[in-house]
Nanobody, 125 residues
Framework: QVQLVESGGGLVQAGGSLRLSCAAS????????VGWFRQAPGKEREFVAG????????YYTASVKGRFTISRDNVKNTVDLQMNSLKPEDTAVYYC??????????????????WGQGTQVTVSS
């Protein structure tokens, strides 16, 4: 079992930065891939970035590549998402999720068994 809590969301102007953090508890976190997803009003929840168990592999959706960076610390049991050059279209509720079964990174939300409650990110133009 893994419990996840996101923090770091807020309101920022376009071009600004935010750093989201996902704090985890549970024995299987360090052996789980972790993904960040987001959901804007009226839209499906979409994959944003993911990191493998060891942190050796990362994957980003095309729209955030070069602007967002995912990292993890398996000692502190945290996964962070550094978001730079934010755009209004990045506005959404951001969720972290854990996938205990995959060695690499999956982009499909149904691979992820554990989810946090989400944190709101709002980017003003």
């Amino acid at each position: 079992q893994v419990q996840l809590v996101e923090s770091g969301g807020g309101l920022v102007q376009a071009g600004g930065s935010l750093r989201l953090s996902c704090a985890a508890s549970g024995r299987t976190f360090s052996s789980s891939a972790v993904g960040w997803f987001r959901q804007a009003p009226g839209k499906e929840r979409e994959f944003v970035a993911g990191i493998s168990r060891s942190g050796g592999a990362t994957y980003y959706t095309a729209s955030v590549k070069g602007r967002f960076t995912i990292s993890r610390d398996n000692v502190k049991n945290t996964v962070d998402l550094q978001m730079n050059s934010l755009k209004p279209e990045d506005t959404a509720v951001y969720y972290c999720a854990a996938d205990p079964d995959t060695i690499g990174v999956q982009t499909g939300r149904y691979y992820y068994d554990y989810w946090g409650q989400g944190t709101q990110v709002t980017v003003s133009s």
